[in-house]
């Protein structure tokens, strides 16, 4: 997975990004900058890896903002394109901590 991140951080670095209007309208009902979402990404780690999603390879990302705040990222992982499915602040009940999910 280290590889995979590395080339999602290359896009990011890149600007080589395109977001859905799904994860604008979560960014912007959560009051996500874009330049939160690239600081989360490029100090992030891949929690969880899709690669049989319905839309494509896709993972989830975790990383914080230049002020901390609390990042996911569903992001794609095999196109040439770095395509930003949903963000959001990982928050309760859904969410334990930033990074477990909680137990169904």
Known sequence: MDEMLARIQRQ??????????????????EEITLD???????GGQILEDYPEHRR???????GRTL???????VCTTAQPLLIIITVYEPIPPKWVSSTQRREE
């Open 67 to 73: 002020s901390g705040r609390p990042l996911h990222i």
């Open 36 to 42: 939160e979402v690239l600081a989360a990404i490029f």
């Open 12 to 29: 990011a670095i890149a600007q080589s990004i395109r977001v859905t209007q799904h994860a604008q309208k979560e960014m912007d009902e």
């Open 56 to 62: 494509g390879s896709c993972c989830l990302l975790y």
